[in-house]
């Protein structure tokens, strides 16, 4: 079996204004960097999430990315989106006050009272020497949350939180290494499963999910041993790989792509 990763001495670097924490993740990666790297940027400028969509970076807010160098087979990298989730959710108990729970919105964000607080961005890349490298990017609305948006964001300072972006990458890395370890390369998704479903949400309620622009319909039962969400529907059980989840089944076809900002990287 293999062993857990050990991120015992991970490294921090802050950068005072970079054009995307993942890119300059992965550069580091093709440069030869071992991994156990967390890339921090004060300022974001190009700032990415799923399927390209922009991630907004202000000055104030978090966006940093931790670069891991085989940190599981390639079939079960994916995975580390749930593992971060999970880890992002506790961070964020350490920061919110209390009476104000950050719940897990499928696949990956974290959201407050239904509000985005908070995205991920998962990325793999196949180096030239045969290794996998692996890049988590976080991005955590801090001081401000970007408006005019199909859905509600918040941020931590609108939630009551007064941490810095410092101590919330502090909290965040915290966790992740402790997931990252019970987590142990992929032998043990179940635990991550299990504490993934804890902090779910919508959890049992009629939700909608959008896979570009065709709409399904049901009640979320939770994820598979992949990932997957579970919808029963009115036609039956299905499983969705990937698409966008609406936290209400009264919804209508998401904007185009390039018109959502959503993840992080």
């Known amino acids: 079996m293999p062993s857990p990763l050990d991120l015992s001495a991970t490294r921090v670097e802050w950068l005072a204004s970079i054009d995307s924490t993942n890119d300059e993740a ?18 974001q400028t190009k700032g990415r999430g799923r399927q390209g969509r922009v991630w907004y970076s202000p000055h104030g807010n978090l966006a940093a990315s931790l670069l891991l160098i085989d940190p599981a087979p390639t079939n079960l990298a994916p995975q580390l989106g749930f593992v971060a989730g999970v880890a992002l959710a506790e961070a964020a108990r350490d920061l919110l006050p209390v009476g ?9 964000d974290l959201v407050v009272g239904g509000a985005k607080l908070s995205g991920l961005l ?44 410092e101590l ?15 987590w142990q390369r992929g032998d043990d998704f179940a635990s991550v ?65 390039d018109q959502v900002i959503d993840g992080n990287g």
């Open 100 to 108: 104000k729970p950050a719940q897990l919105k499928w696949p990956n």
């Open 26 to 43: 992965m550069r580091r990666a093709r440069a030869g960097d071992p991994g156990g790297l967390w890339i921090a940027g004060w300022e």
């Open 122 to 165: 998962l990325e793999a890349s196949q180096l030239p020497n045969g290794h996998l490298a692996c890049v988590i990017g976080i991005g955590l609305n801090i001081e401000a949350s970007p408006d005019g948006l199909p859905y509600a964001a918040t941020s931590l300072r609108a939630l009551g939180g007064d941490a810095s972006a």
């Open 168 to 182: 919330a990458l502090e909290r965040i890395a915290a966790h992740m290494s402790v997931w990252l370890s019970l």
């Open 193 to 257: 499963r299990k504490a993934w479903t804890a902090h779910a949400a919508a959890l049992g309620q009629r939700v909608s999910v959008f896979a570009g622009r065709v709409q399904t319909t049901g009640i979320f039962l939770g994820i598979d041993a992949t990932g997957q969400m579970i919808l029963e529907t009115d036609v039956g059980r299905e499983t969705i790989a990937a698409g966008d989840l609406l936290l209400t089944a009264d919804s209508v076809p998401m904007p185009a792509e």
